[in-house]
C-alpha cells in the first residue's frame, strides 16, 4: 500500500515556475514507477510524465517537454514536478500517481492515487 500525499500548487502568472512535490508513505516506495497526471476543468484527465522506480526513464507529454522537470528522491520518499515558463493552459488539479511495474503514460496503469493540488496560471 502506498499513500500520496501532493503539495506546492498555486496562483502563478504566466512564464512563472511552480514545483509540486508528492509524498509517499510505505516501506517500497522505491519500488514504485510514479506518474504526474492533471484534469482541467470540463476535460479529461491527462498524463503529464512519469518516472521508473530509479529514475533512470522519465517520458513527457509532448504539451509540457522541454518546460516540465520530474524527479525523485526516494531516500525521502518524495517525487517532484519541477514546472518552468508555465501557461495558462497549464492550469489543472495535478494528481501524483503510482504503479508496480515500469513507467507508464495513461492512468488507468496506475494502482495509487493522491488528491490533487490546483495549479492556476494567469494570464
Known amino acids: 500500500q502506498v499513500q500520496l500525499v501532493e503539495s506546492g500548487g498555486g496562483l502563478v502568472q504566466a512564464g512563472g515556475s511552480l514545483r509540486l512535490s508528492c509524498a509517499a508513505s510505505?516501506?517500497?516506495?522505491?519500488?514504485?514507477?510514479m506518474g504526474w497526471f492533471r484534469q482541467a476543468p470540463g476535460k479529461e484527465r491527462e498524463f503529464v510524465a512519469t518516472?521508473?522506480?530509479?529514475?533512470?526513464?522519465?517520458y513527457y507529454a509532448d504539451s509540457v517537454k522541454g518546460r516540465f522537470t520530474i524527479s525523485r528522491d526516494n531516500a525521502k520518499r518524495l517525487m517532484y514536478l519541477q514546472m518552468n515558463s508555465l501557461k495558462p493552459e497549464d492550469t489543472a488539479v495535478y494528481y501524483c500517481?503510482?504503479?508496480?511495474?515500469?513507467?507508464?503514460?495513461?492512468?488507468?496503469?496506475?494502482?495509487?492515487w493522491g488528491q490533487g493540488t490546483q495549479v492556476t496560471v494567469s494570464s
Open positions: 518516472i521508473s522506480w530509479g529514475g533512470g526513464t522519465t
Open positions: 500517481a503510482a504503479r508496480t511495474g515500469p513507467p507508464l503514460t495513461y492512468g488507468s496503469a496506475y494502482d495509487y
Open positions: 510505505g516501506r517500497t516506495f522505491g519500488s514504485y514507477a
